[in-house]
């Protein structure tokens, strides 16, 4: 009789809409690798946040159980930052009829956000004798401003005057403790199968970074590369495979939003926001930890520094820090961890790429000329490689800051300055601006102008090397109107990206003028 009721309700239940069997839960991956995409959609690091911040793919390997039939497929701990609709699952004889991604999180805004309606029970902390109350309330609405019914008598959250807080009965059914993706999966035969789990995710970033230091020949540099990983979400990835793509990436312009939107303080009304923690996601609060990927490359480079540092005398030397492979990748560049990491929830991670100890450049005093009747000026250092082995380098460089080093005789690092470097293939020539020098200026001054339909206008350019090393100095005209052309020169000009140049070499102590004029079409 028993096995017959048994029969009868695996029969009806589809029908009947019971669960025929119970749901699977997977706890969490054996395995995860983890691929970082630079977003170079953000022209603005200082202007990133958590909706659309970052890319990248997680693959996964899960191990499970299944019985035969349709079954729901719980994934517990996926990325917190998923886009459900990439999710792809292979690794079973089945089929997927549905997935749905649980994104409710449990946070101190979505308990009160999803208990509006229901009683509560307020705590108050008597500041002077530090007794603790407790009064049921009717929770009216949150999280954005916690207003509360005592009976008839309504008031906002955090504006007595004294400590507050919330005590809840029960957490609701509908919020769970980590992000899920459950699938509906089919499978005609029970059996154990190691799931194969991908999906893409914002929330994760990565940044390159190199500090340069200076040679005391003054024609060539130290130069060691470091890939910042930053973890912005709640999802850590521990033994991960990591790695980190160089280029600029083919997205379509739509903004990627994630529903864990941030969710802003509960406010006081009309004092402005309190500082009371209900309501508060973590998301906001640690936004506000790693709010740019500027202050996160700025902790790098003095991270960076310390690891390098010179160990003290009769202690171990400090590990070696991680490194990475570079390969290809079609166009791209691939940079792989050598070694698995892990890359924790709300983490800054730093790993060697790169190590070229004897770098060489030229180092030219560029100056842009301008429109002024005369100006005095500073020019600007400006340091030129070739990417080439002969060169000391010869390695594809991803786009990323430079911090530029220098020690004089017999003390420490000084920082010079900073500059942003752009993608840079190997074989390709590059410049890097370090700052103004003081020591080599220009004297710019505007002789004459004719205007109508061919302006023309007369410079007298000089150059002065106050310092006590030879120095080359650059001058460029900016082109300017149609049919531009230089009219009259004292010196043959070169060109750079179209403009004219005037190159000068000076011994120190020494002057140089250039006299030209040119014009145009209006």
Not at 10 to 36: C, K, Y
Not at 167 to 179: E, H, M, N, R, Y
Request: charged share 20%; aromatic share 6%.
């Amino acid at each position: 009789m028993r096995r017959a009721l048994a029969i009868w309700a695996a029969l009806l239940a589809p029908l009947i809409g019971l669960p025929a069997a119970a749901d699977v839960v997977s706890q969490g991956p054996a395995s995860v690798a983890v691929t970082i995409y630079r977003d170079d959609a953000i022209a603005d690091p200082a202007a990133a946040h958590w909706n659309g911040y970052g890319l990248a793919m997680i693959s996964e390997t899960r191990a499970v159980t299944l019985p035969a039939g349709d079954t729901r497929l719980v994934l517990e701990s996926v990325a917190d930052g998923i886009i459900a609709q990439t999710a792809s699952l292979a690794g079973f004889p089945g089929r997927v009829l549905e997935q749905n991604f649980d994104y409710e999180v449990l946070s101190p805004a979505t308990l009160i956000e999803h208990s509006v309606g229901r009683e509560v029970e307020v705590s108050r902390t008597n500041p002077r004798t530090g007794k603790a109350t407790l009064e049921p309330a009717l929770l009216r609405s949150g999280p954005d401003g916690v207003v509360l019914d005592y009976g008839g008598r309504v008031e906002a959250l955090g504006c007595s005057g004294d400590p507050e807080g919330l005590v809840f009965a029960s957490v609701p059914a509908d919020l769970t403790g980590k992000p899920t993706l459950s699938i509906r999966v089919h499978v005609d035969k029970a059996g154990a199968y190691r799931l194969r789990l991908a999906y893409m995710t914002i929330g994760l970033a990565w940044k390159a970074a190199y500090v340069a230091r200076l040679a005391p020949d003054g024609q060539s540099l130290e130069l060691t590369g470091w890939i910042t990983l930053a973890n912005h979400g709640e999802v850590g990835y521990a033994g991960a495979a990591a790695s980190v793509v160089a280029g600029r990436l083919a997205r379509n312009a739509i903004r990627i939003v994630n529903p864990l939107v941030v969710r802003r303080e509960t406010g006081c009304w009309p004092q402005g926001n309190s500082h009371h923690p209900t309501g508060v996601t973590r998301y906001l609060a640690e936004l506000r930890k790693l709010n740019t990927v500027s202050e996160v490359m700025v902790t790098a480079e003095r991270r960076q520094m310390r690891m390098q540092a010179v160990p003290v005398a009769g202690m171990p030397p400090p590990p070696p820090p991680p490194r990475a492979t570079q390969s290809d990748l079609g166009d791209y560049k691939l940079y792989t961890l050598d070694e698995p990491t892990t890359v924790a929830a709300r983490q800054t991670k730093q790993v060697a790429f790169l190590s070229q100890p004897n770098v060489a450049f030229e180092a030219v005093q560029t100056y842009r000329a301008s429109d002024a009747a005369t100006n005095v000026a500073p020019t600007v250092t400006t340091l030129r490689f070739d990417n080439t082995a002969a060169k000391g380098l010869g390695r594809a460089l991803p786009a990323g800051s430079v911090a530029f080093m220098a020690a004089p005789p017999g003390g420490s690092d000084r920082f010079l300055g900073a500059h942003e470097v752009r993608d840079v293939p190997v074989g390709e020539p590059f410049e890097l601006e370090i700052g103004a020098s003081h020591e080599v200026t220009v004297r710019d001054a505007t002789l004459s102008r004719t205007g109508g339909a061919e302006p023309a206008i007369a410079k007298e350019i000089t150059a002065i090397n106050a310092s006590r090393r030879t120095a080359t100095v650059e001058i460029r005209q900016p082109q300017v109107g149609r049919s531009f052309h230089i009219a009259a020169e004292t010196a043959p000009h070169g060109l750079k990206s179209g403009d004219p140049i005037w190159r000068v070499t000076l011994a120190p102590g020494a002057t140089a003028t250039v006299n030209y004029s040119y014009a145009w079409k209006r």
